[in-house]
């Protein structure tokens, strides 16, 4: 049976997005799944950190064909189709996606390369540029974290409670990275790829230090 709780976070989340409650809900009423169902759906494919601000138009509104994809996982969920992991999931996704939204709508704006492209062309200080980058690694660190508790969350779930969120707590960052690697491998490719020279994970932006390092321990404690 679907989490109460995260299918409301879905519907309340899909939309602030844009979408419309009248159009996905019962939109999926009639869809019988093979295996795991769609393969291009925000439930069941990860969308990379670097990635998310290209899915928004200008003022903070999502492109169209990203609105599609809102409306569709959504009805998807509303008509109680996708498993626990799925929502789980599209829950992640949608929330990061909230955040940009959130970021675009405010006077200051997301950082991305446009930003500073932007002060190079008006010839800036340095002392924005530095501004600027601390604000892009703070932007970062908060999707980096959020990603982490949905990581978190499916650990519980799919331990089928053997595991507790206080044995999470309990765990040394290395252990716990073990974990979310193992029960959360989609949400955590969108921050690390696999090393094939030396083995383990590379971090995929200077922002975040790969599994095992001192760094990242600090990061992983949330």
């Known amino acids: 049976m679907a989490n109460p709780a995260i299918l409301a976070s879905i519907v309340r989340l899909a939309t602030r997005l844009g979408a419309n409650p009248q159009k996905f809900m019962g939109s999926r009423t009639n869809i019988r799944f093979l295996g795991k169902g769609p393969s291009n759906e925000l439930f069941s494919e990860s969308i990379m950190i670097d990635d998310l601000p290209k899915l928004f138009q200008a003022g903070g509104k999502l492109k169209p064909s990203i609105l599609s994809k809102v409306d569709s996982a959504a009805g998807y969920a509303t008509a109680g189709k996708l498993s626990n992991s799925q929502l789980t999931t599209l829950n992640s996704q949608l929330k990061a996606m909230d955040t940009v939204k959130s970021s675009l709508m405010k006077p ?58 206080t044995d999470l707590k309990n765990l040394s960052p290395e252990a716990l990275q073990n974990l979310r690697l193992e029960f959360a491998p989609d949400i955590m490719a969108r921050f690390f790829k696999r090393n094939l020279a030396g083995g383990g994970m590379v971090a995929l932006t200077d922002d975040i230090e790969a599994p095992g390092s001192a760094g990242l321990a600090n990061i992983l404690a949330v």
Not at 147 to 154: G, K, S
């Open 108 to 165: 200051t704006g997301i950082v991305n390369t446009e930003s500073f492209r932007a002060l190079g062309r008006r010839g800036a200080k340095g002392s924005e540029f530095r501004e600027l980058g601390q604000r892009l690694k703070a932007q970062r660190t908060q999707g980096f974290k959020e990603a982490m508790e949905a990581a978190d969350d499916l650990i519980i779930e799919k331990s089928a409670g053997t595991i507790t969120r």
